[in-house]
């Protein structure tokens, strides 16, 4: 449980409607076929064609995914060109698609410890091998566990 703080604990006096950054994040990026193509940048993909067969959709949606994750700043486009091709574009990740990542493969481990099915994947570091995890950690470092979690409103500067 996250408990509210401040003036948020009073749950009648205000409404997270059309303020909330989950709300707003799911309004841009809540389509299965969005996140699956961010899956996919995350894997090494940046062509049309690889994002579509990979994630199974038509063209048509395939580029109208790539266009929004475009829009909204999480892929950009950078032209190449392959010896007596014409040139194209591939997609490649900008910051705020790198820092979407976590949210991506924590809704990976939540899938593979709580859904049916074979979970063989695991998230690994890279330079010692261990499995690797999504969690939260406060600004001084600690890892903050559920029952620690709170939320209060800043004052805007």
């Known amino acids: ?18 303020e909330c950054a989950i709300e707003k994040t799911m309004a841009v990026l809540g389509t299965k076929s969005a996140m699956l193509i961010l899956r996919e940048a995350y894997y090494g993909t940046t062509r049309f064609d690889d994002f579509a067969r990979r994630v199974g959709i038509t063209k048509a949606a395939t580029s109208a995914r790539l266009a929004e994750l475009v829009e909204l700043g999480l892929l950009t486009r950078r032209p190449y060109q392959e010896p007596g091709q014409r040139s194209r574009e591939e997609y490649v990740l900008t910051q705020a698609g790198i820092d979407f990542m976590p949210v991506i493969w924590a809704m990976f ?7 049916p099915g074979h979970n063989r ?37």
């Open 1 to 18: 449980m996250t408990f509210l703080q401040g003036v948020l604990a009073d749950r009648e006096k205000w409404s997270a409607v059309g």
């Open 109 to 115: 481990e939540w899938g593979r410890q709580h859904l």
């Open 121 to 157: 994947l695991r998230l690994t570091h890279l330079g010692c091998g261990a499995e690797a995890s999504v969690e939260i950690r406060c600004a001084e470092g600690h890892p903050v566990s559920p029952d620690e979690l709170g939320m209060r409103l800043i004052k805007p500067r």
